[in-house]
């Protein structure tokens, strides 16, 4: 089991920034490729950037972030961040941690509670 607690949302302004972090507990927090997703009001949750597992894992964006938004993680601390800069009204959201692997028995995928972002135009 896995469990991640989300921290840094808030309410804030068109173009202001933000840092999100994710703190894992209860396994090799390493070995998991780590997600950020949001649901926007009254659409389904979506990837918003993702990190591969190890300490030099690739990143990939959905192309609404790219530029504005970076995932980084430190497996010393067993977190993973998303910096947003240049926040848009459209990023508004409930942002949720991800962790998934893959094992002999089939996919483990664990799921934070969320953190609200509002920005404001």
């Known amino acids: 089991q896995v469990q991640l607690v989300e921290s840094g949302g808030g309410s804030v302004q068109f173009g202001e920034s933000l840092r999100l972090s994710c703190v894992a507990s209860g396994s090799v927090f390493s070995i998991y490729t780590m997600g950020w997703y949001r649901r926007a009001p009254g659409k389904q949750r979506e990837l918003v950037a993702r990190?591969?597992?190890?300490?030099?894992?690739?990143?990939n964006y959905a192309d609404s972030v790219k530029g504005r938004f970076t995932i980084s993680r430190d497996n010393a601390k067993n977190t993973v961040y998303l910096q947003m800069n240049s926040l848009k009204p459209e990023d508004t959201g409930v942002y949720y941690c991800n962790a998934e692997r893959t094992t002999g028995w089939g996919p483990q995928v664990y799921w934070g509670q969320g953190t609200q972002v509002i920005v404001s135009s």
């Open positions: 990190i591969l597992s190890g300490s030099g894992g690739g990143t």
